[in-house]
T-cell receptor, first 117, second 111 residues
Framework: ETGVTQSPTHLIKTRGQQVTLRCSSQSGHNTVSWYQQALGQGPQFIFQYYREEENGRGNFPPRFSGLQFPNYSSELNVNALELDDSALYLC????????????????FGPGTRLTVL | AQSVSQHNHHVILSEAASLELGCNYSYGGTVNLFWYVQYPGQHLQLLLKYFSGDPLVKGIKGFEAEFIKSKFSFNLRKPSVQWSDTAEYFCAVNDFMDMRFGAGTRLTVKP
């Protein structure tokens, strides 16, 4: 157990709908990263939030957006869902390491399994 | 943008066999390197990491990895695997812009 929680556990949506996924970070962590993990693949970086601001983004379209709140919890929003958005969405929390950005150890939550029909 | 390659999709070993899982990345600049493990039904967790210094790093549960800069590699090793090492192993590279994961290697250890 890492102390990172995600909700909901599972979600089924239809194409075109919108979805919001939630993540509570581990106590003391101010950075949250979101990943998409398709079946049989490694996690793909969506974006990272640090102190409520986006702090890096992977190769995902603007319909993937996020928020981080003052308590460092975070939301991932996906608009206009497509079939290919079906995946496990992982949240990871961390604090910047001594070496700065990129050196932090990320602690992962259990993920939200999203199915788009 | 960098890419991360894990050479083996599925590795099957008997207990006490030695393990080496390959990981190569494409980025030529400074990177931080990680191995994560996901045991059945559990979260991804960190095995070990390399930022700088001694290129041979030791992690939890007897795992180690060697960073070879000239080969852009960060292979994971364990001298003698146990049944409890059955899991999925992911190599990850952080180039200070984003974190990239390999596709993963599933390790099955037969008792």
């Amino acid at each position: 157990e890492t102390g990172v929680t995600q909700s909901p556990t599972h979600l089924i949506k239809t194409r075109g709908q919108q979805v919001t996924l939630r993540c509570s970070s581990q106590s003391g962590h101010n950075t949250v990263s979101w990943y998409q993990q398709a079946l049989g693949q490694g996690p793909q970086f969506i974006f990272q939030y640090y102190r409520e601001e986006e702090n890096g983004r992977g190769n995902f379209p603007p319909r993937f957006s996020g928020l981080q709140f003052p308590n460092y919890s975070s939301e991932l929003n996906v608009n206009a869902l497509e079939l290919d958005d079906s995946a496990l969405y992982l949240c990871a929390s961390s604090s910047p390491g001594i070496g700065g950005r990129g050196t932090d150890t990320q602690y992962f939550g259990p993920g939200t399994r999203l199915t788009v029909l | 943008a960098q890419s991360v390659s894990q050479h083996n999709h599925h590795v099957i070993l008997s207990e006490a066999a030695s393990l080496e899982l390959g990981c190569n990345y494409s980025y030529g600049g400074t990177v931080n390197l990680f191995w994560y493990v996901q045991y059945p039904g559990q979260h991804l967790q960190l095995l070990l990491k390399y930022f700088s210094g001694d290129p041979l790093v030791k992690g939890i549960k007897g795992f180690e990895a060697e960073f070879i800069k000239s080969k852009f590699s960060f292979n994971l090793r364990k001298p003698s695997v146990q049944w409890s090492d059955t899991a999925e192993y992911f190599c990850a590279v952080n180039d200070f812009m984003d974190m990239r994961f390999g596709a993963g290697t599933r390790l099955t250890v037969k008792p």
